[in-house]
């Protein structure tokens, strides 16, 4: 899943319903947390973008599922 929003706030692509989420991000830069999204446990990242063109935040979340799915891929890759 992802969002990016331009300084206003206004999305430019992905899904509008991770919005909520980038006020929950802390002081960090990125800032990455827990959460659920439609019903699935996620792990997030938001980070604000500042460039010569403007300012941007961009979210990405996947859920728990896929990411534990992932580290036991890498896992078995090391281990053969």
Same mark, same amino acid.
């Given at each position: 899943y992802f969002l990016v929003q331009d300084q206003a706030g206004v999305g430019i692509?992905?899904?509008?319903? %991770?919005?909520? %989420? #980038?006020?929950? *991000?802390?002081?960090?830069?990125?800032?990455?947390?827990?959460?659920?999204f439609k019903g699935q446990p #996620? *792990? @997030?990242a @938001?980070? %604000?973008y500042e460039?010569?063109?403007g300012r941007a935040t961009i979210v990405v979340a996947e859920t728990l599922h896929q990411r534990s799915a992932e580290v036991r891929e890498a896992i078995a890759g090391i281990s053969m």
């Open positions: 692509s992905g899904d509008p319903a %991770l919005a909520p %989420l #980038i006020s929950h *991000r802390g002081p960090s830069n990125p800032g990455f947390f827990d959460a659920t #996620i *792990r @997030v @938001v980070y %604000l460039g010569p063109d």
